[in-house]
C-alpha cells in the first residue's frame, strides 16, 4: 500500500460562495474520471434531476446534513467537462470533482511480534507499545521480531499508565474510526465495538428507521453496506490502538479500555476512496452524534463538499481529528487535506518517534498542525487476529483520539474549542516540536486529565547574541556518497545555543544536519534547502553538529559560521 501524495494548494478559499469551490487548481488532484460531486442549492434537487441535458447519469443522491448532493458519471465526458458544463447552472451551488483520498500509513511491518514485558496490564504484547509507555527500549523493529534495538527516551509517550489511575474511558463514549473498516470480529477488538441495539443483524430491513440497513457496527459507505469489515488492515490497526481490549491475556490494550468503537468504512480494501464516499462516511457518524472520528487519511485539494461536512459535525461539538500527512513537508505553506480545513472541531497530528523526534516522514506547521503523537514503528491489531507494526501520521491519530476520549470520559463533552486549547496547552513542551507544531509539544493524557500546563521557559528573542564559530562547519561542494562526520561546539556558561546555516542543500528526507544538545538529545534534524535558518536551540552550553548522507543525490552540502548564544 502506497501513502498518498497530496499537491499543494495556493490561494485557498475556505468559504467559497462560487459554483466551483476551487476552479484554478482541483484539477491538478486525483479524482475518480468522469465523477463529479454536485451540491444543489436548498429545495431544488427534483428540478435538477428533471433536466435533460446534464450530460451524466446519476450515480447517487445524498441528502446530508450540510445540503443535498447528487453524484454524477459519465462514460464521455471528463470531470473537467462535467465542472465546466455544470457550474453555471441555476440549480448548482457549487460543483468539484469526485476526488479520491488514501490511507497515511507509511510503511508496513510483518504480523506477530514477540511477547514484551508485562507490566500494568496482562495483554502479553503491552510491553512492546512504547507510545502508551516508552521504557527507552521497547519500540518494536519492523520486522516484528522484537525490539528495534534504538533506544528510545524514557516518558516520552502519551503518559497513558499515570492517566489511567484518572479513568480507563467509558462505554459512553462513542469513536468513529472513517477509515478501511474494523475487523469487528478480532479478538482484541469484537467486545470493543459499538453495537447498534435498534438494528436486527441480517435481516435486509432498517430496523431502526435511521435511513441504514443492518448498520449494526456501522456503515460501509463505499459499498452501500452495513458490512464495514475491514479487508485491508489499516482500520483495524488504527482502532486497536484507540481501544484495544484491556486485560484479556491477548495480544495489545488500547490508549482506552473502555470505550464504544464504530467502524465507518469509505476506503476500499486497496486503500482509495472517494469524496462522495468520504462525506457520506462522516455524514452518518454525525448523524449517530459520535464523541470522535479519528480519521487517518487525506488527500485531494480543498474540498468545499468535505469543507461543509466537516463543518456540520462542528456544529454538534463532535471531534474531527486528523493525520497531518507523510510528506515531511510544511502543511503551512502545502495543505494536506482534511488535516488542513480551518474548522474548529479539526485537530492534525503529527507523528513522534520513540526518541521524542519528529518523524522524519511526518508533515508539520507551526499553524496548521497541533499536536505531536507516537506514531514510528507502532504496534497493533490487525485482520484475523494478528498484530503487525505501521508508522505514520495513521499510527499517530488514534492516539491523540484515544487520549481525547478519555478527557470525554472523565468530564463529558466539551466545546471543541476548549478541547482543542486544552490539549495543547497541556502538551509536553519539547525543542524537537518547538517550530513544527502550534502546540509545540507532544500530547500528555495525564496532563490532559488534570489540565496541568508545563511552563514553556522560552528565551526572548533579544536576549541572543550573534557569536562566530570557532571552526567553520562545512561540507564539500558537492558532498561525497555515504559521507558523515560531526564537530561538538562548547561556550562555558551558555544556557541556551542555537545554530545559524548560513546556506544549505540537502536531498531531501535522505540527507541531514542533525543537531544534539550537550546530553546527546536530537534537537532538529534539517533537510531540504534554505539561507540563514535559525535552528531550534539546545538548553545546554553545547551543541553538536552532525551531517549525514546516502548514497542517492549529492546536493551543494552546508556550511555553518555562527552561533547564537544566551548566557
Given at each position: 500500500m502506497n501513502k498518498i501524495s497530496m499537491i499543494t494548494v495556493l490561494g485557498l478559499s475556505v468559504l467559497s460562495t462560487t459554483a466551483f469551490a476551487n476552479d484554478k487548481q482541483s484539477f491538478e488532484y486525483p479524482s475518480v474520471p468522469g465523477e463529479v460531486v454536485v451540491k444543489i442549492k436548498s429545495g431544488q434537487v427534483n428540478q435538477f434531476l428533471s433536466q435533460k441535458n446534464l450530460g451524466a447519469q446519476v450515480k447517487k443522491q445524498m441528502n446530508l446534513i450540510s445540503g443535498d448532493y447528487?453524484?454524477?458519471?459519465?462514460?464521455?465526458?471528463?470531470?473537467?467537462?462535467?465542472?465546466?458544463?455544470?457550474?453555471?447552472?441555476?440549480?448548482?451551488?457549487?460543483?468539484?470533482?469526485?476526488?479520491?483520498?488514501?490511507?497515511?500509513?507509511?510503511?508496513?511491518?510483518?504480523?506477530?511480534?514477540?511477547?514484551?514485558?508485562?507490566?500494568?496490564?496482562?495483554?502479553?504484547?503491552?510491553?512492546?507499545?512504547?507510545?502508551?509507555?516508552?521504557t527507552g527500549e521497547n519500540e518494536p523493529n519492523r520486522t516484528g521480531t522484537g525490539s528495534s534495538g534504538a533506544k528510545g527516551v524514557v516518558g516520552a509517550d502519551v503518559n497513558a499508565e499515570k492517566a489511567w489511575e484518572l479513568t480507563k474511558g467509558s462505554r459512553d463514549v462513542v469513536i468513529a474510526v472513517i477509515d478501511t473498516g474494523i475487523d469487528y470480529n478480532h479478538e482484541d477488538l469484537k467486545n470493543q465495538m459499538w453495537v447498534n441495539e435498534g438494528e436486527i443483524p441480517g435481516d435486509g430491513i432498517d430496523n431502526d428507521g435511521n435511513g441504514y440497513i443492518d448498520d449494526v457496527h456501522g456503515w460501509n459507505a463505499a459499498l452501500d453496506s452495513g458490512n464495514p469489515m475491514d479487508g485491508n488492515a489499516h482500520g483495524t490497526h488504527c482502532a486497536g490502538t484507540i481501544g484495544a481490549e484491556h486485560n484479556n491475556g491477548i495480544g495489545v490494550a488500547g490508549v482506552m479500555a473502555d470505550v464504544r468503537l464504530m467502524a465507518v468504512k469509505f476506503l476500499t480494501d486497496e486503500g482509495g476512496g472517494s469524496l462522495a464516499d468520504a462525506v457520506e462516511a462522516i455524514d452518518y457518524a454525525t448523524k449517530m452524534n459520535v464523541d470522535i472520528m479519528s480519521n487517518s487519511w487525506g488527500g485531494g485539494g480543498f474540498s468545499q463538499t468535505l469543507f461543509d461536512s466537516i463543518s456540520a459535525a462542528n456544529d454538534k461539538g463532535i471531534l474531527f481529528v486528523a493525520a497531518a500527512g507523510n510528506d515531511g513537508t510544511n502543511n503551512d505553506s502545502r495543505p494536506q487535506y482534511p488535516a488542513n480545513y480551518q474548522v474548529p472541531n479539526v485537530i492534525s497530528v503529527a507523528s513522534h518517534t520513540a526518541q521524542d523526534?519528529?518523524?522524519?516522514?511526518?508533515?508539520?506547521?507551526?499553524?496548521?498542525?497541533?499536536?505531536?503523537?507516537?506514531?514510528?514503528?507502532?504496534?497493533?491489531?490487525?485482520?484475523?487476529?494478528?498484530?503487525?507494526?505501521?508508522?505514520?501520521?495513521?499510527?499517530?491519530?488514534?492516539?491523540?483520539?484515544?487520549?481525547?476520549?478519555?478527557?470525554?470520559?472523565?468530564?463529558?463533552?466539551?466545546?471543541?474549542?476548549?478541547?482543542?486549547?486544552?490539549?495543547?496547552?497541556?502538551?509536553?513542551?519539547?525543542?524537537?516540536?518547538?517550530?513544527?507544531?502550534?502546540?509545540?509539544?507532544?500530547?500528555?493524557?495525564?496532563?490532559?486529565?488534570?489540565?496541568?500546563?508545563?511552563?514553556?521557559?522560552?528565551?526572548?528573542?533579544?536576549?541572543?547574541?550573534?557569536?562566530?564559530?570557532?571552526?567553520?562547519?562545512?561540507?564539500?561542494?558537492?558532498?561525497?556518497?555515504?559521507a558523515k562526520f560531526s564537530q561538538t561546539y562548547t561556550f562555558p556558561g551558555a544556557k541556551y545555543v542555537k545554530i545559524v546555516l548560513e546556506k544549505y542543500d540537502l536531498e531531501t528526507n535522505y540527507d541531514f544536519i542533525t543537531l544534539r544538545d550537550g546530553k546527546g538529545v536530537v534537537v532538529e534534524k534539517i533537510s531540504g534547502k534554505g539561507e540563514n535558518y535559525e535552528s531550534e536551540y539546545a538548553e545546554t552550553d553545547s551543541i553538536t553538529i552532525e551531517f549525514s548522507s546516502d548514497s542517492s543525490q549529492n546536493r551543494w552540502g552546508a556550511v555553518i559560521r555562527d552561533v547564537k548564544v544566551i548566557y
Amino acid at each position: 500500500m502506497n501513502k498518498i501524495s497530496m499537491i499543494t494548494v495556493l490561494g485557498l478559499s475556505v468559504l467559497s460562495t462560487t459554483a466551483f469551490a476551487n476552479d484554478k487548481q482541483s484539477f491538478e488532484y486525483p479524482s475518480v474520471p468522469g465523477e463529479v460531486v454536485v451540491k444543489i442549492k436548498s429545495g431544488q434537487v427534483n428540478q435538477f434531476l428533471s433536466q435533460k441535458n446534464l450530460g451524466a447519469q446519476v450515480k447517487k443522491q445524498m441528502n446530508l446534513i450540510s445540503g443535498d448532493y447528487v453524484v454524477l458519471k459519465s462514460d464521455e465526458k471528463t470531470s473537467v467537462s462535467l465542472v465546466n458544463s455544470l457550474k453555471h447552472n441555476d440549480e448548482v451551488e457549487y460543483v468539484e470533482p469526485n476526488f479520491i483520498y488514501k490511507i497515511v500509513k507509511k510503511t508496513p511491518g510483518v504480523t506477530e511480534l514477540l511477547n514484551g514485558e508485562l507490566k500494568t496490564v496482562t495483554d502479553p504484547r503491552y510491553g512492546m507499545l512504547w507510545g502508551l509507555k516508552n521504557t527507552g527500549e521497547n519500540e518494536p523493529n519492523r520486522t516484528g521480531t522484537g525490539s528495534s534495538g534504538a533506544k528510545g527516551v524514557v516518558g516520552a509517550d502519551v503518559n497513558a499508565e499515570k492517566a489511567w489511575e484518572l479513568t480507563k474511558g467509558s462505554r459512553d463514549v462513542v469513536i468513529a474510526v472513517i477509515d478501511t473498516g474494523i475487523d469487528y470480529n478480532h479478538e482484541d477488538l469484537k467486545n470493543q465495538m459499538w453495537v447498534n441495539e435498534g438494528e436486527i443483524p441480517g435481516d435486509g430491513i432498517d430496523n431502526d428507521g435511521n435511513g441504514y440497513i443492518d448498520d449494526v457496527h456501522g456503515w460501509n459507505a463505499a459499498l452501500d453496506s452495513g458490512n464495514p469489515m475491514d479487508g485491508n488492515a489499516h482500520g483495524t490497526h488504527c482502532a486497536g490502538t484507540i481501544g484495544a481490549e484491556h486485560n484479556n491475556g491477548i495480544g495489545v490494550a488500547g490508549v482506552m479500555a473502555d470505550v464504544r468503537l464504530m467502524a465507518v468504512k469509505f476506503l476500499t480494501d486497496e486503500g482509495g476512496g472517494s469524496l462522495a464516499d468520504a462525506v457520506e462516511a462522516i455524514d452518518y457518524a454525525t448523524k449517530m452524534n459520535v464523541d470522535i472520528m479519528s480519521n487517518s487519511w487525506g488527500g485531494g485539494g480543498f474540498s468545499q463538499t468535505l469543507f461543509d461536512s466537516i463543518s456540520a459535525a462542528n456544529d454538534k461539538g463532535i471531534l474531527f481529528v486528523a493525520a497531518a500527512g507523510n510528506d515531511g513537508t510544511n502543511n503551512d505553506s502545502r495543505p494536506q487535506y482534511p488535516a488542513n480545513y480551518q474548522v474548529p472541531n479539526v485537530i492534525s497530528v503529527a507523528s513522534h518517534t520513540a526518541q521524542d523526534t519528529l518523524s522524519s516522514f511526518s508533515c508539520y506547521g507551526k499553524r496548521t498542525v497541533h499536536i505531536a503523537a507516537p506514531g514510528s514503528n507502532i504496534l497493533s491489531s490487525t485482520p484475523k487476529n494478528k498484530y503487525e507494526v505501521f508508522s505514520g501520521t495513521s499510527m499517530a491519530t488514534p492516539h491523540v483520539s484515544g487520549v481525547l476520549g478519555l478527557l470525554i470520559a472523565q468530564e463529558g463533552r466539551m466545546p471543541v474549542e476548549a478541547v482543542k486549547e486544552r490539549m495543547m496547552k497541556t502538551s509536553v513542551p519539547a525543542a524537537a516540536y518547538k517550530k513544527k507544531v502550534a502546540s509545540g509539544g507532544r500530547i500528555d493524557a495525564y496532563n490532559l486529565l488534570t489540565d496541568t500546563r508545563p511552563v514553556r521557559n522560552e528565551p526572548s528573542d533579544d536576549m541572543w547574541r550573534v557569536e562566530a564559530l570557532p571552526e567553520i562547519f562545512e561540507t564539500e561542494h558537492p558532498y561525497a556518497n555515504n559521507a558523515k562526520f560531526s564537530q561538538t561546539y562548547t561556550f562555558p556558561g551558555a544556557k541556551y545555543v542555537k545554530i545559524v546555516l548560513e546556506k544549505y542543500d540537502l536531498e531531501t528526507n535522505y540527507d541531514f544536519i542533525t543537531l544534539r544538545d550537550g546530553k546527546g538529545v536530537v534537537v532538529e534534524k534539517i533537510s531540504g534547502k534554505g539561507e540563514n535558518y535559525e535552528s531550534e536551540y539546545a538548553e545546554t552550553d553545547s551543541i553538536t553538529i552532525e551531517f549525514s548522507s546516502d548514497s542517492s543525490q549529492n546536493r551543494w552540502g552546508a556550511v555553518i559560521r555562527d552561533v547564537k548564544v544566551i548566557y
